[in-house]
Structures are given as C-alpha cells and as structure tokens.
C-alpha cells in the first residue's frame, strides 16, 4: 500500500496508464498559470456577455473582480438554466454500503486511522436499503462505499449494481477509482455514471493531505473520468472540495478538465458537484481555506454559464436553505433523504459511522415540496431505456 514515502506521482502496479492522452496534464499547466488576481471587471463583463464562454471566461468569472458581479452572475446562470432545462429539478439520493478504507486522508471521515465503526452491508443488506429508497418514490441511486479494494472488491460493487438496477432507473457510483475494464464491467452490471471528486488538483496541497492508500497517487485519480467513459460509462461528474486548497484554483480546474472531457468525448453527459469541506474528526489538522456561501454561489454560477448543458448537483453539505435558493438558478440537481451512515435507511442506528456531517436531513416528500413552491418540477427520472 502507499505510504509517505511513495511518490504521489508514480502510478502502483495494477493502475492502467492512459499513454494517449494528454488532458491531466493540460488541466495542471492551466490551472498552474491562473491568477485569479490577474483580472479586472471589463473581463468579468465581457465573459458575462459571451456566446460561447472560453477557459479564459471561466477564469475571469472565478476571479475576485467578479465578486462584485454576483446578482449579474446569478440572472445570467438562470437565463442557461432556464434554457436548457426549462424549470426540471432531478432528485436522487446515496446509499452508502460501506466504510471500509485503505487510505489515510486527513480530512476525511473513513481515513483508516480514525476510530470509527466500521460496516459492510451484505447483499440481503443492500436489498433492504434499495427497497427502503425505492418506497418513497426515488428512481436515482448513488451507491458510496470508503476506498477499500479488499474490503468493497470491484465484484462486491458490481452486485451492488445489479441489485439497484432492479429498483432504479438510474445508478451511479462514487467508488474508487478503476481500470477502464472494471468500468466496463460495473456499467453491465447496471451502473451509469461515475462521480469522482479530485478533492484538490493542487498536487502539492494533494501530497500532503494524502498521507497514504492507493488514492495518494495523483495522476490516477486525476484520470478516472476518462477511463470511466472508456469503459462506457454514460455521464462522469467532476468534483473538487472547495476548503482544502485555493477553491478558485480549484474550481477553474474542474471547469477545464470537465471541458476537455467533454471535447474529447462528446457523447458523455458531464455534471459538476460542488462540496465544501464540512467537519470530521481531524477538522482541526486540515487548516481549511474558508469558502462562505457568497463565494460557493459564485463558483456554481460560473459553471453554469461556462458549461450551460452541464448538470449541477447541490448536496446535503449545504443547509436547506440554500439549496432552496440554487436550484433553478443553477443547480439542476439536489439530493434528499441522505444519510452518510451504512444501513441507516432501514435501522434506526446506522451500521457503521457517517463520513462526514449533513446539513438538510429533509425527506423526498419535503424536498419535492420545497421544489414545487418554488414553481419548479421534480423529476425523479431523465432517462428511459429503450430495448434492443
């Protein structure tokens, strides 16, 4: 397993190279030469004003001179909102099946150092949860497990996979990172779309909070989404959580790399997630960079006008409130009924330990509520399958 002294940039034996493709380093050489400081408010305006928003915009409406430019932000991201989803909110909710992890992540609640319960749903396990979920009305699963290849094996996910495609329309996955062919081979077992949060492209920052496990090295991570397409994935989401880093760096990243996947591979459906550090049991060692609801809004504002056919995912990380205020505007998506615990969907104690807080523990039913009184529609399924 890595450790401190492995080099964070020399992939582990087993983990697939992608020789042919050059977008990770693309994304590092332009994220490495942004200077949020750099721009001024004729290029915020001009970005505003854009047809088709270039890297150049994104990085313009990311900057500090676009604070100022917030309400003017959030009419434009409306407008792109509006326009390509009329005024539909999907909804989905995670499951977590286990919290088994290999790595020693300093922020992160499952880090295999930290004292916690740990808990492995079985197969009669995961079909209780899946039903649980399925009876309140959700069509969209996103099954979670901690970074423990022997503990969360790629067959004990892909059954994971079969069982909820039995209850869902659609299934994503928020797992470890894979080999193109173990992609291949969750999406025939039902799943549909993989989320992948790059936590920080600061590779420096990276290495430092990434004290061991195989997520400790950086460039394997950073090419996941592309090897989940390969694989014949449907949709990849690109995630950074904003706090451990410059979130502007960060957030200008997944902007790009989202943008060059997208390029690349025109046929994916590409979404963003937008999560904030929230607290854990080593909360005092991280030393987080402050990102306030001001600067989050600004962030999910620029990728809906750089990126207008992307979706969005508002999480539980935020109070209900505020999730309220971005779906429409330019989150398209938000989740409801989340618990982070193993087994809480149908047990009154969860299983196993959460991985970090919530902040909106509402029902589907208060979430599809909410929604409504906004004007808005939830929609529990975009998708529908057609057979050969």
Do not use: W
């Amino acid at each position: 397993m890595a450790n401190e002294k492995t080099d964070h940039m020399t992939y582990l034996p087993g983990m697939e190279i992608l020789e042919d493709s050059d977008i990770g380093d693309k994304v590092v050489s332009l994220m490495n030469a942004y200077d949020p400081a750099k721009y001024t408010e004729a290029d915020v305006l001009r970005a505003l004003e854009a047809q088709f928003p270039s890297t150049e915009d994104l990085a313009a409406l990311l900057s500090f001179a676009a604070e100022p430019h917030l309400e003017a932000m959030a009419r434009r991201a409306t407008e792109e909102t509006r326009k390509h989803f009329g005024n539909s909110v999907y909804l989905f909710t995670p499951l977590y099946i286990a919290n088994y992890c290999e790595n020693r992540c300093v922020y992160c609640g499952f880090n295999c150092d930290n004292r916690i319960r740990r808990a492995k749903l079985d197969a009669d396990g995961i079909r209780r949860e899946m039903k649980a979920i399925a009876s309140t009305g959700m069509e969209e699963v996103l099954i979670l497990t901690g970074e423990s290849r022997k503990m969360s094996s790629v067959e004990y996910i892909g059954q994971a996979c079969r069982i909820a495609h039995e209850y869902f329309k659609n299934v994503g996955i928020e797992v470890y990172p894979m080999n193109t062919d173990e992609y291949a081979y969750l999406h025939q077992c039902g799943a549909d779309y993989v989320t992948v949060f790059q936590e920080t492209y600061n590779s420096d920052r990276y290495e430092q909070l990434h004290l061991g496990g195989h997520k400790r090295i950086y460039p394997y991570r950073l090419n996941a989404q592309e090897r989940a397409i390969r694989g014949g994935m449907r949709g990849v989401a690109f995630a950074a959580l904003l706090g451990l880093d410059d979130f502007r760096k960060d957030a200008f990243a997944a902007g790009v790399h989202a943008y060059l996947i997208q390029r690349k591979y025109p046929h994916a459906e590409i979404s963003f997630s937008c999560p904030r550090l929230r607290p854990i049991v080593n909360n005092d060692k991280i030393k987080p960079v402050g990102v306030g609801e001001r600067q989050l809004l600004q962030v999910m504002c620029a990728f809906r006008i750089f990126m207008p056919f992307a979706g969005l995912t508002i999480s539980t990380r935020e109070r209900a409130g505020f999730r309220d205020n971005v779906v429409g505007m330019c989150a398209t998506k938000i989740s409801a009924g989340v618990s982070t615990g193993i087994g809480s969907h149908t047990d009154e104690e969860s299983l196993g330990d959460d991985q970090f807080e919530i902040s909106d523990e509402r029902s589907l039913e208060e979430v599809c509520a909410a929604i409504s009184a906004r004007g808005l529609q939830p929609v529990l399924n975009d998708y529908v399958y057609i057979p050969e």
